[in-house]
């Protein structure tokens, strides 16, 4: 059986230790060197990151989130040993980890790390087709003879490449479609590769939960227990016309996934629909100036991402929760596709002041939408805002000073409410 080691690269007949090292990190399938289609997910991106740069964090339980109000954004493994998932109250996660250090999270940071892996996946091939920051699809198909090495070593390299030069790991799906791909990439965690050939597919996904299926919430959940089906084997009981009337389009989708078909390709052009940023107050407030306060760090915060990506935005858009949980959204549509703090700050205050909804709040979201080339973007074209030019030179000059110096180089005094 094919075999490669994880550690020196070398590939060989299956066994327990690695011949050429004695490493046990071998990874062996019958189909290893024929599959091309593969999911790399970074291992607890924000807190990797943030232990990474601080190593007192290292063998501490990590939270990336705000306050006991807000929610965890993602959790090292220690923590997540106590039960500790992404998008748990923050008072839950630190009641069943107490110990756990809280960091509010560094966009900037991450933004920079993901860079730096999109490029290395970019030299393996042009085929990437980012998820977010921290995964990313891949195909390989072709890619054999350009390397000298079929795709599993390819991948197997990235990932080291990846810990060596990043200081971060990651762990690697590879199969015969997206789906499967995704799907292999969970199964072993951290640092793990795991492989889904064509033969074993449909023994495979026999007895696993559909809830596996990536975009299967509680709502899809919920529906399709009430239809009895909990498994694999349950879905593919059901005649494809049925699924259909029942589901919809999502129903014939899941008569594919049944027998482990996806035929969508990996494509390096799916758009990035929207960049939004949000906080949850320690808190109710409605006292203007902390609300002004965190309406900047929020639209320097959205303005960073659209930068990083080189995007701008025609829609800026305002969200607040009243203490009684209900949410209210108000939109903009800008005269010229925008990218800077100022621009968006300043829509997103006006929004603000007019949406007429009494507080306190609880929560207070930016976002920028409509999305096009950040070369469009016109933040100082303003007619009406002789000074918006000066701003907005002030603000790229800002940029400059904190790329050489650090994010915390120049602070806003409004930022300090």
């Keep these: 059986m094919p075999a490669l080691c994880r550690d020196c690269l070398t590939p060989f007949d299956a066994g327990q230790r690695c011949p050429a090292c004695r490493s046990p990190r071998v990874i062996a399938h019958p189909e290893l060197f024929d599959l091309s289609i593969a999911h790399m997910d970074c291992d607890a991106f924000y807190a990797s990151v943030e ?3 601080n190593p007192d964090l290292r063998d501490k339980p990590v939270i990336i989130g705000g306050g006991r109000r807000g929610v965890v954004s993602t959790a090292c493994y220690i923590a997540r040993i106590k039960g500790v998932r992404s998008a748990m109250p923050m008072f839950k996660a630190l009641a069943l980890c107490p110990e756990a250090v809280v960091v509010k999270g560094r966009m900037d940071a991450y933004a920079e790390a993901s860079r730096a892996i999109r490029k290395m996946m970019e030299s393996l091939t042009p085929s990437v087709e980012p998820l977010s920051l921290d995964e990313a699809f891949l195909d390989l198909t072709g890619t054999a003879k350009l390397h000298g090495a079929p795709p599993a070593v390819m991948l197997a390299r990235l990932v080291q490449r990846m810990e060596t030069e990043l200081g971060l790991s990651g762990s690697i799906g590879l199969s015969h479609n997206k789906f499967l791909a995704k799907v292999a990439s969970d199964l072993d965690k951290p640092r793990g590769f795991s492989v889904i050939g064509r033969a074993e597919t449909a023994d495979f996904l026999r007895n696993k939960p559909v ?7 509680q709502a899809t959940q919920a529906a399709l227990d009430a239809a009895g089906i909990r498994s694999f084997e349950d879905l593919r009981r059901w005649d494809r016309r049925d699924l259909a009337a029942r589901f919809g389009g999502f129903g014939d989708r899941l008569w594919h996934l049944a027998r482990g078909q996806d035929t969508r390709s990996v494509s390096p052009r799916n758009p990035v629909k929207s960049i939004s940023k949000e906080t949850t107050f320690a808190e109710d407030t409605a006292h203007d100036e902390i609300l002004d306060g965190h309406l900047w760090r929020l639209a320097e915060q959205v303005a960073d991402r659209a930068k990083a990506r080189d995007l701008a935005g025609r829609v800026v858009t ?3 929760k009243q203490a009684n949980h209900a949410i209210v959204t ?7 596709p925008a990218q800077l703090a100022d621009t968006i700050y300043r829509e997103a205050r006006t ?6 909804v009494e507080g306190p709040f609880r929560l207070i979201g930016v976002g920028l939408s409509d999305l096009v080339p950040g070369g469009a973007a016109d933040d100082g074209g303003d007619l009406l805002d002789p000074s918006a ?4 030179a002030a603000e790229r000059a800002t940029d400059a000073i904190r790329a050489r110096f650090g994010s915390d180089a120049i602070i806003k005094g409004r930022a300090l409410r």
């Excluded at 596996?212 to 919430?217: A, L």
């Excluded at 108000?330 to 010229?336: E, F, G, W």
């Excluded at 030019?389 to 907005?392: I, T």
């Design 51 to 53: 232990k990474r740069d």
């Design 211 to 217: 809830r596996m299926i990536w975009g299967v919430g």
């Design 318 to 320: 305002l969200k607040i």
């Design 330 to 336: 108000r939109r903009h549509a800008l005269h010229a």
């Design 351 to 356: 929004l603000l002041d007019r949406a007429r």
């Design 389 to 392: 030019r000066r701003r907005a």
